[in-house]
């Protein structure tokens, strides 16, 4: 069983930034695929980025690539993404998730309880 904690959400201006955390509880989760989704209000949850235990194979969602960056540092049990240039369509609740492999579906992976990102215009 991996816990996962997010935290970094806030409130922040068009063009801001934030970096989001999740902190997962097992050093098990060293070699897990960990992820960001989002979803925003009245729409499904959506994709935004995930990465290997190594960082070797990064993916991004095409409407967050060249302002998001995904990384993780497994020394702390942590995977950070970093949000740049936001746009208030970027304002959602964030979730982290990791899975064992990419042949288990994201939705029978762990997850976290979500942290709220709102951007104003």
């Known amino acids: 069983q991996v816990q996962l904690v997010e935290s970094g959400g806030g409130l922040v201006q068009a063009g801001g930034s934030l970096r989001l955390s999740c902190s997962a509880s097992t050093p098990t989760a060293h070699n897990y695929i960990m992820a960001w989704f989002r979803q925003a209000p009245g729409k499904e949850r959506e994709f935004v980025a995930d990465?290997?235990?190594?960082?070797?194979?990064?993916n991004y969602a095409d409407s967050v690539k060249s302002r998001f960056t995904i990384s993780r540092d497994n020394a702390k049990n942590t995977v950070y993404l970093q949000m740049n240039n936001l746009k208030p369509e970027d304002t959602a609740v964030y979730y982290c998730?990791?899975?064992?492999?990419?042949?288990?579906?994201?939705?029978?992976?762990?997850w976290g309880q979500g942290t709220q990102v709102t951007v104003s215009s």
């Open positions: 998730a990791s899975r064992s492999s990419s042949f288990v579906p994201w939705q029978r992976g762990y």
């Open positions: 990465m290997d235990w190594n960082g070797d194979k990064l």
